[in-house]
Structures are given as C-alpha cells and as structure tokens.
C-alpha cells in the first residue's frame, strides 16, 4: 500500500498556501489527508497525530505555519518520520519570522524547509522522499523534470528567436 502525505496547517487561513502541496500530491497520485492542528492552541491533537503516523500509513509530514511557526518542530519531536515545513508569509516580517523558526531547530529534531509559500515544493519533495522506494513514483518525478526541462527550453528557443 502507498505512503500517505499528511498536510497539517496550524489555521484555515493557511490553506490558500497549502492548497499548492494538495496540488501536486494529486498531480503525482499521491493519497494524501488536510488538518488543522495547532502547535500552540491544540497540542495534544499535533503529539497524538504525529505519535501515530507512522502506524497510521504516512510517510512524509508537511507542515504550513506562520508566525512562530512552531508546528513542523511539534510534529518532527513525536515522529520518526520526515517532516517538511512551509512557512507562511506573515504580515509582519513577510514570512522571515516563520522560516526562520523551522530552520532553526535544535539538533535531532529537523525539520526540512522549502521557501516561503512553497508548498508546492514542499510536495515535490515528499514525492521524492516516498520515491525511494516506488519505482512508480520515481517515473512519474522523471517525467515531471523532463517536462520542465522542455519548457524551458521552448522558452530559451523563444526569446533566442526574439533577438536573432
């Protein structure tokens, strides 16, 4: 049976973010459940999900938060497995302060950050951590790459052409 992804955000507000993780994992034909669970306000919902994950069927936690952004390192302290972290855009620091609390964190429990809002990638890199071991998946990454690497070069083509 294939890994799920587990999408946890910290708040609803965040799901205009996440929705691009939820994106790709269907793109990829990834089986995949959204929550909200809050590091601060529901702790005891982020220890038991992460504390049964693995039992539970996941392979890959991706976690969305802003602000403090404490989510991911919650999760990563109950589980053995992979958790990535999105930091959300903040109106404060742009989102500067999210990133900077999941890069942060102290030694044995990390937490894998992509960009700002990028939970696309965030997504792109559960594929690839459950492509390990799914030769399906794997194919499926290796199309993905090869069509970026089409389109850019349709582009390369494109603008080579605008200034010949």
Known sequence: MAKKV???MGSDSDLSVMQGAV????????PF???VISAHRTPAAAEQFASSAVEEGF?????????????????AAYTTLPVIG????????GGLDSLLSMVQMPSGIPVATVAVNGAANAAILAAQILAVNDSAL???LRVFKAEMAEGVARKDASLQAQFQ
């Open 6 to 8: 587990a999408v946890i």
């Open 23 to 30: 994106d790709k994992l269907k793109e990829f034909g990834i």
């Open 33 to 35: 459940v959204v929550r």
């Open 59 to 75: 392979g890959v936690i991706i976690a969305g938060a802003g602000k403090a952004a404490h989510l991911g390192g919650v999760l």
């Open 86 to 93: 999105v930091p959300i855009q903040t109106s404060m620091m």
């Open 138 to 140: 794997a194919e499926k």
